[in-house]
């Protein structure tokens, strides 16, 4: 299948090693943050979110760090896998004047993780 | 339980011809979001559905493109008289209550334009 991942910064790993992938965002008023895993010729799925009254969450070997200070998000994923392979993506929902609320969001470049057997 | 479908699932359009591209969201989802996908790139927002209204159609690109949902389930993307810069993978998205919730991808549309 055709890869989204075309130019994306790529991340390779090892099997089993944790991986730390990185996102900068845009709007200081956001206050829902998302991480997607897309893999070629699918849609984005969910992995984790985190609200922006958190700095912290954590899943299934996932953790979101989220650092409002200098609006960077973080995604870590334990004892990376091979199905693990994917395009991942942050994503923001900033305020809508138009809703009186996020309703849209705001993704970002994207970075394309590889796991090394 | 289903996910959200979307058909056709690929689409080869000659320049200048309409296209419908159809989503299926998840049963009982209020809200469906519309996005551009170009290669390489991250789903950009194109409009946006409470049931059947149509409350945010600010990254709609042209008026050439229009979205509707008049029952508030199924939607349709049109996209008349396409261009090359069309081309690209159109993503719908649904959620169960809209602001502040999970939206949940179907597998997209991909469109070619020749």
């Known amino acids: 299948g055709e890869s989204v991942g075309l130019h994306l910064p790529t991340l390779s790993v090892q099997e089993g090693d944790n991986s730390i992938i990185n996102c900068a965002y845009s709007?200081?008023?956001?206050?829902?943050f998302i991480w997607y895993k897309q893999e070629s010729g699918k849609g984005p799925q969910f992995i984790i979110d985190?609200?922006?009254?958190?700095d912290k969450r954590q899943g299934q070997r996932v953790t979101v760090l989220l650092n409002k200070t200098v609006k960077h998000l973080s995604l870590q994923i334990a004892a990376t896998q091979p199905g693990d392979s994917a395009v991942y993506f942050c994503?923001?929902?900033?305020?809508?004047?138009?809703?009186?609320?996020?309703?849209?969001?705001?993704f970002g470049t994207g970075t394309q993780l590889k796991v090394e057997l | 339980g289903a996910g959200v479908s979307q058909s056709p699932r690929y689409k080869v359009a000659k320049r200048g011809q309409d296209v419908a591209l159809r989503c299926d969201p998840i049963?009982?989802?209020?809200?469906l979001f519309w996005y551009q996908q170009a290669l390489g790139q991250g789903p950009e927002f194109l409009t946006y559905?409470?049931?059947?209204?149509?409350?945010?159609k600010s990254g709609l690109p042209s008026d050439r493109f229009f979205a509707e949902r008049p029952e508030g389930s199924v939607s349709t993307l049109k996209i008349q008289r396409t261009q090359q810069e069309d081309s690209a993978v159109y993503l719908c998205?649904?959620?169960?209550?809209?602001?502040?919730?999970?939206?949940?991808f179907g597998p997209g549309t991909r469109l070619t334009v020749l």
């Open positions: 998205a649904s959620s169960p209550r809209g602001i502040l919730d999970t939206q949940y």
């Open positions: 559905f409470q049931n059947e209204a149509q409350l945010d």
């Open positions: 985190i609200r922006s009254n958190m």
């Open positions: 049963s009982g989802h209020v809200s």
């Open positions: 709007n200081s008023a956001s206050d829902y």
């Open positions: 994503a923001e929902n900033p305020p809508s004047i138009l809703t009186g609320g996020g309703n849209k969001l705001t």
